[in-house]
């Protein structure tokens, strides 16, 4: 095995001719056992004494290289799963891990598409995005007769849960990445965090509408409730402001892409009644002091050193995924609320009706790849429920303890680690080919205070309030050739403007000359791509 830029080798601080240098490298490792020209080369079937059906799948032994992006410096502890392991052994199928990091992945990746010489598979959808591979068809092969003759258990996951296909069917109708179900996922995304040690000293309760919140941010700001004596506290914080903040007036946004859903339609938030309203709600909590005055010039960085003061925990509220991921040791002053009311007594939270669990890309054949056959039937057996709860936490006796009444159960991580951490270590995690059955999930333990089971328990709070997002559409090589400009005009404009109403209010009387700069920035040809996309994804099947 190799690992490229892995754990301690290379870091954020990497030279441009160091990177050049790596990159050289990685592409020599990557040519010199890849495949070659699949077509130059024989068939699994003839080759290796290949097996449709049952294990192994091959009498000789074959070896692929595969290629994964990890975040950071996270390393490659992941192949030594005993799943993985396991897993060469009985399939007579080798593999050569080729482990990139997130730090120098993008100058890498150009340069390694620009050669056209890939390695067998592609896994995780962080490796390569949408884009790459649509701008780049030719190294990729389609899927759907291997899925068909190859991977019953993908077929069957497909025909249990049409939302995989969907999500993997390309602008052509083929498909060439796999899919992803990942296990016990929550339906909401961020929901309100506020400091309940604050609330307890005040005599306040959790605010359930804006104007609880506005009183309570009040009371945060004057009436020091963490007890230093300064007035140091920062009722809401974030890097940048967030959308989250604006979800009391129906504004939700999981992708960060200005869309949402109304009504069954494709819908540019920015420019609708609601986004208006909201920002002049903003505008009077910022005016007061509720909003941290640095918000729009801070990064996140900053953000952390704010919630993360080693003296006093000094924010009050924000949204977030848990509250531990954030505040460190603050963490237990905290507490997840219920999604906060907005003026027409609605709730509204980002996430999705279908579980935040789906993903495409995830594994990509290559059109290099010797031993396509073999490649699929080795994909197909990380889709069933024990392959995949065991590369998303970590193998079994490891990770997961498996009962004698049917249950997996959650081991409780080394002291020190947290529990995120661990999960990555020790397996995929949310990168590669997985499925769930939904049905299978009841069978699953997790421990209600951290993790993966606390989120579940916060979900609770939110989940009958979930928005339907704007879904990952895909694009055609045409449209990803227009959106960039479209969106980094557009997207930019909208950002600046949202900073200056929100810090310096005006936003009724610059209102028509916005929404007439959007026209002329291409808004209209922006929403016609991505309503096209939107129809192209409800209709495939």
Request: net charge negative.
């Given at each position: 095995?190799?690992?490229?830029?892995g754990?301690?080798?290379?870091?954020?601080?990497?030279?441009?001719?160091?990177?050049?240098?790596?990159?050289?490298?990685?592409?020599?490792?990557?040519?010199?056992?890849?495949?070659?020209?699949?077509?130059?080369?024989?068939?699994?079937?003839?080759?290796?004494?290949?097996?449709?059906?049952?294990?192994?799948?091959?009498?000789?032994?074959?070896?692929?290289?595969?290629?994964?992006?990890?975040?950071?410096?996270?390393?490659?502890?992941?192949?030594?799963?005993?799943?993985?392991?396991?897993?060469?052994?009985?399939?007579?199928?080798?593999?050569?891990?080729?482990?990139?990091?997130?730090?120098?992945?993008?100058?890498?990746?150009?340069?390694?598409?620009?050669?056209g010489?890939?390695?067998?598979?592609?896994?995780?959808?962080?490796t390569?995005?949408?884009?790459?591979?649509?701008?780049?068809?030719s190294?990729?092969?389609?899927?759907?007769?291997?899925i068909?003759?190859?991977?019953?258990?993908?077929?069957a996951?497909?025909?249990?849960?049409?939302?995989?296909?969907?999500?993997?069917?390309?602008?052509?109708?083929?498909?060439?990445s796999?899919?992803?179900?990942?296990?016990?996922?929550?339906?909401?995304?961020?929901?309100?965090?506020?400091?309940?040690?604050?609330?307890?000293?005040?005599?306040?309760?959790?605010?359930?509408?804006?104007?609880?919140?506005?009183?309570?941010?009040?009371?945060?700001?004057?009436?020091?409730?963490?007890g230093?004596?300064?007035?140091?506290?920062?009722?809401?914080?974030?890097?940048?402001?967030?959308?989250?903040?604006?979800?009391?007036?129906?504004?939700?946004d999981?992708?960060?892409?200005?869309?949402?859903?109304?009504?069954?339609?494709?819908v540019?938030?920015?420019?609708t009644?609601?986004?208006?309203?909201?920002?002049?709600?903003?505008?009077?909590?910022?005016?007061?002091?509720?909003?941290?005055?640095?918000?729009?010039?801070?990064?996140?960085?900053?953000?952390?050193a704010?919630?993360?003061?080693?003296?006093?925990?000094?924010?009050?509220?924000?949204?977030?995924?848990?509250?531990?991921?954030?505040?460190?040791?603050?963490k237990?002053?905290?507490?997840?609320?219920?999604?906060?009311?907005?003026?027409?007594?609605?709730?509204?939270?980002?996430?999705?009706?279908?579980?935040?669990?789906?993903?495409?890309n995830?594994?990509?054949?290559?059109?290099?790849?010797?031993?396509?056959?073999?490649?699929?039937r080795?994909?197909?057996?990380?889709?069933?429920n024990?392959?995949?709860?065991q590369?998303?936490?970590?193998?079994i006796?490891?990770?997961?303890?498996?009962g004698?009444?049917?249950?997996?159960?959650?081991?409780?991580?080394?002291?020190?680690?947290s529990?995120?951490?661990?999960?990555?270590?020790?397996s995929?995690?949310?990168?590669?080919?997985?499925?769930?059955?939904?049905?299978?999930?009841?069978?699953?333990?997790?421990?209600?205070?951290?993790?993966?089971?606390?989120?579940?328990?916060?979900?609770?709070?939110?989940r009958?309030?979930?928005?339907?997002?704007?879904?990952?559409?895909?694009?055609?090589?045409?449209?990803f050739?227009?959106?960039?400009?479209?969106?980094?005009?557009?997207?930019?404009y909208?950002?600046?403007?949202?900073?200056?109403?929100?810090?310096k209010?005006?936003?009724?009387?610059?209102?028509?000359?916005?929404?007439?700069?959007?026209?002329?920035?291409?808004?209209?040809?922006?929403?016609?791509?991505?309503t096209?996309?939107?129809?192209?994804?409800?209709?495939?099947?």
């Amino acid at each position: 095995m190799k690992s490229f830029f892995g754990q301690k080798k290379f870091g954020s601080g990497v030279t441009r001719a160091a990177s050049l240098s790596m990159a050289a490298v990685l592409l020599a490792g990557l040519t010199a056992c890849g495949g070659g020209d699949a077509k130059e080369s024989a068939p699994a079937e003839q080759s290796s004494g290949f097996h449709k059906e049952g294990l192994p799948i091959v009498d000789e032994p074959v070896t692929l290289k595969v290629l994964t992006m990890r975040w950071g410096n996270m390393g490659d502890t992941f192949t030594q799963n005993q799943w993985l392991k396991d897993l060469e052994k009985d399939t007579n199928v080798k593999i050569e891990w080729q482990v990139v990091s997130s730090n120098d992945w993008s100058e890498q990746k150009s340069i390694l598409l620009a050669s056209g010489k890939l390695p067998d598979i592609i896994l995780g959808d962080q490796t390569f995005s949408d884009s790459d591979i649509v701008n780049n068809l030719s190294f990729f092969r389609p899927l759907d007769d291997y899925i068909d003759e190859y991977m019953p258990n993908l077929k069957a996951a497909m025909e249990e849960t049409p939302e995989l296909r969907k999500i993997s069917t390309f602008p052509d109708g083929k498909i060439y990445s796999l899919p992803t179900r990942l296990p016990s996922r929550p339906k909401t995304k961020n929901q309100p965090v506020i400091n309940k040690a604050w609330l307890d000293k005040l005599g306040l309760k959790a605010p359930e509408t804006v104007e609880d919140l506005h009183t309570v941010l009040k009371a945060f700001k004057e009436k020091d409730p963490n007890g230093n004596g300064k007035a140091d506290e920062i009722p809401y914080t974030e890097t940048g402001l967030g959308m989250d903040f604006l979800n009391p007036f129906g504004i939700t946004d999981i992708n960060g892409n200005n869309m949402l859903v109304k009504g069954g339609k494709p819908v540019y938030y920015p420019i609708t009644d609601e986004y208006k309203e909201a920002l002049k709600w903003a505008h009077e909590m910022y005016k007061e002091g509720l909003i941290d005055p640095e918000i729009f010039t801070q990064d996140a960085t900053m953000t952390s050193a704010k919630q993360q003061n080693p003296d006093a925990a000094i924010v009050g509220f924000t949204n977030q995924w848990t509250p531990d991921a954030v505040f460190g040791k603050w963490k237990d002053q905290y507490e997840t609320i219920a999604p906060i009311a907005g003026p027409s007594g609605e709730r509204y939270n980002p996430g999705d009706p279908n579980g935040m669990s789906f993903n495409r890309n995830e594994l990509l054949i290559t059109s290099s790849c010797a031993n396509p056959e073999a490649a699929a039937r080795w994909a197909d057996q990380f889709y069933t429920n024990e392959a995949s709860i065991q590369n998303f936490w970590g193998a079994i006796g490891t990770v997961i303890e498996q009962g004698d009444d049917g249950t997996f159960t959650l081991m409780d991580p080394p002291e020190g680690t947290s529990a995120d951490a661990w999960y990555w270590e020790q397996s995929l995690r949310d990168f590669g080919p997985k499925y769930v059955s939904p049905s299978f999930e009841d069978q699953i333990v997790l421990n209600p205070e951290t993790g993966d089971g606390l989120k579940l328990e916060i979900d609770k709070l939110g989940r009958d309030y979930v928005t339907t997002p704007y879904p990952n559409v895909m694009y055609s090589s045409e449209e990803f050739q227009e959106l960039p400009t479209l969106t980094t005009d557009i997207d930019g404009y909208v950002s600046t403007m949202r900073a200056q109403w929100v810090s310096k209010g005006g936003i009724d009387e610059g209102w028509d000359a916005y929404l007439k700069q959007l026209d002329q920035m291409g808004l209209e040809q922006l929403m016609k791509i991505r309503t096209e996309a939107y129809g192209r994804y409800m209709s495939a099947e």
